[in-house]
């Protein structure tokens, strides 16, 4: 067979690779692909960093056509930029380059991390620092035990950039340990830091303060045209402050920005030149604001909007090829011939921002031109075939009509297009007649190609020559945007672009069809959102992708004259469906075999099963241990151990993939483990008190999870301290939890030795521990004397007796009952004391009243003899201070607030001033805090960058006395280290004195 001749033309280019190491792996290896068409079949050569490479039998480097294969890659010798080179015998072309990287990620180092200690109330920032890496990372934060992740909203956040987790105000309910999680979204290894205790202290809450913005995005961020850019921002605070985005040119957000407040990201879909600008972010509470900024700029890498084409041209012609590209920066061009770098070595060659000019063409011209247009971000390639021939006049493939029909007076063209290089001299003939060239008859030579017609008009014996008509089109409709596959994740949001070229003077009308279906936009929930913002352009978003997004859609462009439409096919990636079919293939007492089948793994395989189970008994549903303990994706049995016998199971998988856990599937049939003989004994056996002649014994009873069977019951074993045999009894109730033996002979307050089992259907189990337990006691048989009472104040009486000796006839006393009633009132108060204590004091009572007080000694067995009864009558009462706290003077010292105040002299109808009460608050509606002090003196410990509302009241038996003036102690600066305020007595007028330190050169007094 015989092909036409041809100059190559990839079919297929090299893309980058980024290689994950696996040092188990023992034949590392990788493929860059390359292929082209052409007649002869092109040959192939490679460059590694612009150096040839040169395969050989001993080398790791091996063609297959022209793919490259690296064997045995090692990331020192063959990381770098790769390019294909094809060629036969019309010329060379050169491939895009092609990068080769190595992704890794090491272990954290093992060392444990110190503690990080604060106060309630105040912000935190918890270090991941992530190890040794190269690939992207993702953050995430385990709190305590897995599975408890770390969940963000408005108090806490993760940095995807740093892996740092953030908290803005601690609670009490932060304290536990965190371990940072770090996953390489390349090789997908997954490893944890080791675990950061957060512990409270214990010297106080932080008072409400200002935010202060921890996580700041760059001053400027260069975004790639139609990426996703992703900024962060996030302050702590008390209260926790609010994270909100604005443009600082004014410019509203698009309906495409996602602003989640609660997460402190800004992320702009699709970015455009016109999503340029300088953002802020402004953090904000009660106490203040603050705010950052960043420059997002937009770049693009090169995109040819004019490509050179194939030409053939006859010797000695001349060429103009344009090459054109858009981009930011601006690109630059080059030009190739043949896989080579083209220099203007000749004048008539001249190359000048990517136009190449060529003069003058000879046979030595023709060959393969690339013109490659490029700047920081990439290049881009355009192939052009030269051919400069030499033809003699050929009319074969234009010939004329042998016949021309004309109407007199109308008109004709008669045209003459031969093939021939170099260009000829071409003359026309009537008959034997040369015609000339005149007025009436007009030769168009080279302009033979174009489409204006001219009317040879007969009148009489003479021609005339006038222009009839020019006919013109409107430019066509094309769609910019190539075809495509697009892959996206379930959750993220994706602009499908439609843009084109068309005639300005046609008007445009955009329609698109998702799985030939007409989209109705405003409905399907939302997700669907025009955003195309320019004439040209019928881009649409899609918002929170979901599964059911995936498929075909079509771009549809109608104008009045021509209709275009392009298609996209969008692959949606996430978690795994739901496993189906889930069996409990085989059950023991403790194990249980499953089987499931797959659910769709959604264009991610699954990675790991997870196996959770539910009894009555659980709190929902719980992972379990299986064998093997990491159920790998291609698995799809396991085997569940450590179960609890005789107890209702049911059983649900789960599949998760490099996206996340998806759905649990259904849940399997209820499944009873067997049963065996119980293993479990009663906790908290005790017991002692009953009545006379009785061992009280007490126990938790077993859960039912943990009988092991039906049947259940209990054994209680008892015996006298110092016995050798066991008296047994069983209680046939699993509810039980008490056990009464009552024997006259028992002595009171007697040890006994005991043990509790557990028995059931398949069998006794084991007993608990031997503990000790007294039989029941009597009650005090004594009561106490000199029973002394005595009033303190008019609403306080202190009562006083000697104790009794301990252990008398094994009657013990475990404290005393001390209780009161009011002259003419039948019933009493009483409280008990606790131990060996001789006095109490009862509060409460009323000035001027006669109370009744008796004492008993109590122990388990109740309260004994009472003592004799005593009287006593309670103090007049008095008023409380009537003067206020006088010349209340205050400071501040290592931040410290210190207050000084003269001492409150009562007058003659008020009580003694015993104390002072010192009232303080950050602002004036919330609760104060109180101080007590018996000295004119006190110190508070309290963060000096909050303002504070101070009163000091004093107080004796009559209650509390008259406060001060509220004294406002404002925020402390810095550099401000002694303020002093005074109030004289009447309150007529306030001295103030101010010491403020500052550098030298700024010294006030």
Same mark, same amino acid.
Not at 269 to 274: A, D, G, I, L, S
Not at 594 to 613: C, E, F, K, M
Not at 851 to 869: D, F, I, K, Q, W
């Given at each position: 067979?015989?092909?036409?001749?041809?100059?190559?033309?990839?079919?297929?280019?090299?893309?980058?690779?980024?290689?994950?190491?696996?040092?188990?792996?023992?034949?590392?290896?990788?493929?860059?692909?390359?292929?082209?068409? %052409?007649?002869?079949?092109?040959?192939? /050569?490679?460059?590694?960093?612009?150096?040839?490479?040169?395969?050989?039998?001993?080398?790791?480097?091996?063609?297959?056509?022209?793919?490259?294969?690296?064997?045995?890659?090692?990331?020192?010798?063959?990381? %770098?930029?790769?390019?294909?080179?094809?060629?036969?015998?019309?010329?060379?072309?050169?491939?895009?380059?092609?990068?080769?990287?190595?992704?890794?990620?090491?272990?954290?180092?093992?060392?444990?991390?110190?503690?990080?200690?604060?106060?309630?109330?105040?912000?935190?920032?918890?270090?991941?620092?992530?190890?040794?890496?190269?690939?992207?990372?993702? @953050?995430?934060?385990?709190?305590?035990?897995?599975?408890?992740?770390?969940?963000?909203?408005?108090?806490?956040?993760?940095?995807?950039?740093?892996?740092?987790?953030?908290?803005?105000?601690?609670?009490?309910?932060?304290?536990?340990?965190?371990?940072?999680?770090?996953?390489?979204?390349?090789?997908?290894?997954?490893?944890?830091?080791?675990?950061?205790?957060?512990?409270?202290?214990?010297?106080?809450?932080?008072?409400?303060?200002?935010?202060?913005?921890?996580?700041?995005?760059?001053?400027?961020?260069?975004?790639?045209?139609?990426?996703?850019?992703?900024? +962060?921002?996030?302050?702590?605070?008390?209260?926790?402050?609010?994270?909100?985005?604005?443009?600082?040119?004014?410019?509203?957000?698009?309906?495409?920005?996602?602003?989640?407040?609660?997460?402190?990201?800004?992320?702009?879909?699709?970015?455009?030149?016109?999503?340029?600008?300088?953002?802020?972010?402004?953090?904000?509470?009660?106490?203040?604001?603050?705010?950052?900024?960043?420059?997002?700029?937009?770049?693009?890498?090169?995109?040819?909007?004019?490509?050179?084409?194939?030409?053939?041209?006859?010797?000695?012609?001349?060429?103009?090829?344009?090459?054109?590209?858009?981009?930011?920066?601006?690109?630059?061009?080059?030009?190739?011939?043949?896989?080579?770098?083209?220099?203007?070595?000749?004048?008539?060659?001249?190359?000048?921002?990517?136009?190449?000019?060529?003069?003058?063409?000879?046979?030595?011209?023709?060959?393969?031109?690339?013109?490659?247009?490029?700047?920081?971000?990439?290049?881009?390639?355009?192939?052009?075939?030269?051919?400069?021939?030499?033809?003699?006049?050929?009319?074969?493939?234009?010939?004329?009509?042998?016949?021309?029909?004309?109407?007199?007076?109308?008109?004709?063209?008669?045209?003459?297009?031969?093939?021939?290089?170099?260009?000829?001299?071409?003359?026309?003939?009537?008959?034997?007649?040369?015609?000339?060239?005149?007025?009436?008859?007009?030769?168009?030579?080279?302009?033979?190609?174009?489409?204006?017609?001219?009317?040879?008009?007969?009148?009489?014996?003479?021609?005339?020559?006038?222009?009839?008509?020019?006919?013109?089109?409107?430019?066509?409709?094309?769609?910019?945007?190539?075809?495509?596959?697009?892959?996206?994740?379930?959750?993220?949001?994706?602009?499908?672009?439609?843009?084109?070229?068309?005639?300005?003077?046609?008007?445009?009308?955009?329609?698109?069809?998702?799985?030939?279906?007409?989209?109705?936009?405003?409905?399907?929930?939302?997700?669907?959102?025009?955003?195309?913002?320019?004439?040209?352009?019928?881009?649409?978003?899609?918002?929170?992708?979901?599964?059911?997004?995936?498929?075909?859609?079509?771009?549809?462009?109608?104008?009045?004259?021509?209709?275009?439409?392009?298609?996209?096919?969008?692959?949606?990636?996430?978690?795994?469906?739901?496993?189906?079919?889930?069996?409990?293939?085989?059950?023991?007492?403790?194990?249980?075999?499953?089987?499931? /089948?797959?659910?769709?793994?959604?264009?991610?395989?699954?990675?790991?099963?997870?196996?959770?189970?539910?009894?009555?008994?659980?709190?929902?549903?719980?992972?379990?241990?299986?064998?093997?303990?990491?159920? %790998?994706?291609?698995?799809?049995?396991?085997?569940?151990?450590?179960?609890?016998?005789?107890?209702?199971?049911?059983?649900?998988?789960?599949?998760?993939?490099?996206?996340?856990? &998806?759905?649990?599937?259904?849940?399997?049939?209820?499944?009873?483990?067997?049963?065996?003989?119980?293993?479990?004994?009663?906790?908290?056996?005790?017991?002692?008190?009953?009545?006379?002649?009785?061992?009280?014994?007490?126990?938790?009873?077993? $859960?039912?999870?943990?009988?092991?069977?039906?049947? @259940?019951?209990?054994?209680?074993?008892?015996?006298?301290?110092?016995?050798?045999?066991?008296?047994?009894?069983?209680?046939?109730?699993?509810?039980?939890?008490?056990?009464?033996?009552?024997?006259?002979?028992?002595?009171?307050?007697?040890?006994?030795?005991?043990?509790? &089992?557990?028995? #059931?259907? +398949?069998?006794?189990?084991?007993?608990?521990?031997?503990?000790?337990?007294?039989?029941?006691?009597?009650?005090? %048989?004594?009561?106490?004397?000199?029973?002394?009472?005595?009033?303190?104040?008019?609403?306080?009486?202190?009562?006083?007796?000697?104790?009794?000796?301990?252990?008398?006839?094994?009657?013990?006393?475990?404290?005393?009952?001390?209780?009161?009633?009011?002259?003419? +009132?039948?019933?009493?108060?009483?409280?008990?004391?606790?131990?060996?204590?001789?006095?109490?004091?009862?509060?409460?009572?009323? &000035?001027?009243?006669?109370?009744?007080?008796?004492?008993?000694?109590?122990?388990?067995?109740?309260?004994?003899?009472?003592?004799?009864?005593?009287?006593?009558?309670?103090?007049?009462?008095?008023?409380?201070?009537?003067?206020?706290?006088?010349?209340?003077?205050?400071?501040?010292?290592?931040?410290?607030?210190?207050?000084?105040?003269?001492?409150?002299?009562?007058?003659?109808?008020?009580?003694?001033?015993?104390?002072?009460?010192?009232?303080?608050?950050?602002?004036?509606?919330?609760?104060?805090?109180?101080?007590?002090?018996?000295?004119?003196?006190?110190?508070?410990?309290?963060?000096?960058?909050?303002?504070?509302?101070?009163?000091?009241?004093?107080?004796?038996?009559?209650?509390?006395?008259?406060?001060?003036?509220?004294?406002?102690?404002?925020?402390?600066?810095?550099?401000?280290?002694?303020?002093?305020?005074?109030? #004289?007595?009447?309150?007529?007028?306030?001295?103030?004195?101010?010491?403020?330190?500052?550098? $030298?050169?700024?010294?006030?007094?």
């Amino acid at each position: 067979e015989c092909y036409p001749l041809s100059v190559p033309v990839f079919t297929k280019q090299p893309g980058s690779i980024v290689f994950p190491v696996d040092s188990q792996e023992k034949n590392r290896e990788v493929v860059f692909s390359c292929e082209a068409q %052409g007649s002869p079949s092109p040959l192939y /050569r490679w460059k590694l960093n612009g150096t040839a490479i040169t395969p050989k039998s001993v080398s790791h480097y091996s063609l297959s056509g022209g793919n490259l294969r690296i064997s045995h890659l090692d990331k020192d010798q063959d990381a %770098g930029t790769y390019q294909c080179l094809a060629f036969n015998s019309f010329g060379t072309i050169v491939s895009r380059e092609a990068s080769l990287t190595f992704a890794y990620m090491e272990n954290f180092k093992t060392h444990r991390r110190s503690s990080v200690s604060v106060r309630e109330g105040q912000g935190v920032v918890l270090l991941c620092g992530p190890p040794s890496h190269s690939g992207d990372l993702t @953050f995430s934060w385990i709190f305590n035990e897995y599975p408890s992740f770390v969940k963000q909203d408005t108090r806490r956040f993760i940095s995807q950039e740093t892996g740092n987790l953030y908290i803005a105000k601690v609670e009490p309910s932060d304290v536990g340990n965190y371990t940072c999680v770090v996953t390489n979204t390349v090789t997908k290894t997954r490893v944890q830091g080791p675990p950061t205790p957060l512990v409270l202290r214990s010297d106080g809450i932080m008072g409400e303060y200002e935010p202060k913005i921890e996580v700041q995005f760059p001053e400027i961020v260069h975004v790639a045209k139609g990426s996703t850019v992703k900024v +962060e921002c996030f302050a702590l605070g008390n209260p926790v402050p609010s994270i909100n985005w604005r443009r600082m040119d004014g410019i509203p957000f698009s309906r495409k920005v996602d602003v989640r407040k609660a997460s402190g990201v800004l992320e702009i879909p699709y970015f455009q030149q016109e999503d340029a600008g300088t953002y802020e972010c402004v953090a904000e509470n009660s106490r203040g604001r603050n705010t950052v900024k960043g420059k997002l700029s937009f770049y693009a890498p090169p995109h040819l909007i004019e490509k050179p084409q194939d030409v053939q041209k006859p010797i000695d012609d001349s060429l103009v090829w344009e090459c054109k590209a858009t981009g930011k920066p601006k690109p630059s061009y080059r030009w190739m011939k043949n896989g080579e770098n083209l220099e203007s070595l000749e004048e008539r060659i001249q190359v000048a921002n990517g136009l190449l000019s060529i003069s003058r063409l000879t046979l030595s011209d023709i060959g393969m031109y690339q013109c490659v247009a490029g700047n920081k971000h990439g290049e881009v390639y355009s192939n052009a075939e030269l051919k400069v021939i030499a033809v003699a006049p050929d009319f074969s493939q234009s010939q004329l009509r042998s016949h021309t029909m004309v109407k007199e007076g109308g008109d004709v063209l008669m045209e003459c297009r031969p093939k021939m290089s170099p260009w000829g001299g071409i003359s026309w003939r009537k008959g034997s007649e040369t015609l000339q060239e005149s007025n009436s008859i007009l030769s168009l030579g080279s302009l033979h190609n174009i489409m204006v017609a001219f009317s040879m008009r007969f009148v009489a014996t003479s021609f005339t020559l006038t222009v009839v008509h020019v006919c013109c089109f409107p430019e066509p409709t094309i769609i910019t945007t190539p075809p495509s596959t697009l892959d996206v994740t379930v959750g993220e949001s994706i602009v499908l672009p439609c843009q084109v070229t068309h005639d300005p003077s046609l008007e445009l009308k955009f329609t698109w069809f998702f799985n030939e279906q007409l989209i109705h936009f405003g409905d399907h929930g939302g997700y669907f959102e025009k955003v195309g913002g320019q004439h040209s352009a019928g881009d649409i978003m899609i918002r929170n992708i979901q599964l059911r997004h995936a498929g075909k859609y079509t771009c549809a462009v109608q104008t009045k004259v021509d209709s275009i439409s392009i298609a996209a096919d969008l692959v949606v990636r996430g978690p795994p469906g739901p496993p189906t079919s889930i069996h409990v293939e085989e059950i023991s007492d403790t194990t249980a075999s499953l089987s499931w /089948r797959p659910g769709p793994d959604n264009h991610s395989p699954v990675t790991t099963y997870t196996i959770q189970a539910r009894t009555p008994f659980s709190l929902g549903w719980q992972a379990v241990t299986t064998v093997p303990e990491m159920v %790998g994706g291609r698995r799809l049995t396991a085997t569940v151990i450590d179960l609890s016998p005789w107890v209702e199971y049911e059983f649900r998988v789960l599949a998760s993939n490099a996206i996340g856990t &998806g759905e649990p599937s259904k849940p399997s049939k209820q499944a009873r483990t067997k049963e065996t003989s119980p293993k479990v004994t009663p906790a908290n056996v005790s017991g002692g008190g009953g009545s006379r002649s009785e061992l009280v014994i007490t126990w938790e009873p077993v $859960p039912e999870e943990l009988q092991n069977g039906g049947g @259940f019951g209990y054994v209680v074993a008892f015996r006298p301290y110092g016995a050798t045999g066991w008296m047994q009894a069983a209680v046939p109730s699993s509810e039980a939890s008490k056990y009464v033996f009552k024997n006259d002979s028992i002595q009171p307050f007697s040890p006994f030795q005991v043990k509790v &089992g557990v028995y #059931n259907n +398949e069998g006794e189990g084991p007993f608990g521990p031997v503990i000790t337990i007294y039989s029941a006691e009597e009650e005090p %048989g004594r009561a106490p004397t000199r029973i002394r009472a005595k009033s303190l104040s008019a609403s306080e009486i202190e009562v006083s007796w000697k104790a009794l000796p301990w252990n008398t006839s094994k009657r013990r006393v475990l404290g005393y009952e001390v209780s009161q009633k009011r002259e003419k +009132e039948e019933a009493a108060s009483v409280q008990r004391t606790v131990g060996n204590q001789t006095s109490a004091i009862i509060r409460g009572v009323r &000035g001027s009243n006669t109370y009744y007080v008796t004492v008993r000694a109590y122990n388990t067995a109740g309260a004994g003899l009472p003592s004799v009864t005593v009287n006593v009558t309670t103090k007049k009462p008095r008023k409380p201070p009537s003067q206020p706290p006088a010349k209340v003077m205050w400071n501040t010292l290592n931040s410290k607030i210190i207050l000084n105040w003269e001492q409150v002299k009562a007058l003659e109808n008020e009580s003694e001033v015993t104390g002072y009460k010192v009232l303080y608050k950050r602002n004036r509606h919330s609760r104060p805090s109180v101080m007590e002090t018996n000295t004119t003196s006190v110190e508070l410990s309290l963060p000096m960058d909050e303002e504070y509302f101070i009163q000091i009241k004093p107080f004796g038996e009559g209650g509390e006395g008259s406060s001060s003036r509220q004294i406002t102690i404002p925020r402390i600066p810095e550099n401000y280290l002694l303020l002093w305020f005074h109030v #004289n007595k009447n309150h007529s007028s306030v001295f103030l004195e101010m010491y403020a330190f500052l550098p $030298p050169s700024r010294l006030i007094c």
